[in-house]
């Protein structure tokens, strides 16, 4: 991967949702069109009222999470602009503080947490109102509209 100041960073919200699969391949689509680098980011933190179980690491968690979403955004071919990190914190506080160095976020509109049937999650919703960068956020199956028609962009998301 090329790492240097000049070359766009499109930094990826991701908690293994489908939403987070679609950020990741949409993310993809238009690093390829700016020839940018992607920067997968997960973020954990121990829940608020926590108790120690014994062979459980929210990190793990986050990084398994970040890997199965990897692999079904990409398959096993990860593209070589692709960089992965999982970050402790709050999701929404990470990502702000990352976007700081990105050109670009993109995020799904949903993840795992909040309400069925939302519109728009609360990381999406926080991150939209105080990144550093653009923001893109995008729905299970909207990645066909950012560069044009695959098909499997075209295939109806599952609901």
Known sequence: MENNLTTPRILV???GSDHSVAALRGASRIAAAMHANI????AWEYPTMFYPVPDWSPKDDAAKALDAALEQAFGTDLPANLEREVLCGNAPKV???QS???DMLVLGSRGHGG????????VSAACAQH?????LILHRGDT???????AEADAPAAR
């Not at 309400?115 to 609360?122: E, R």
């Not at 990144?131 to 923001?135: E, I």
């Open 13 to 15: 919200g991701v908690d």
């Open 39 to 42: 920067r997968a980011v997960s």
């Open 95 to 97: 990502l702000i503080e």
């Open 100 to 102: 700081k160095d990105a």
């Open 115 to 122: 309400f069925t049937g939302m519109l728009l999650g609360s």
């Open 131 to 135: 990144a550093h960068c653009p923001v």
């Open 144 to 150: 066909s509209k950012i560069t044009g028609s695959t």
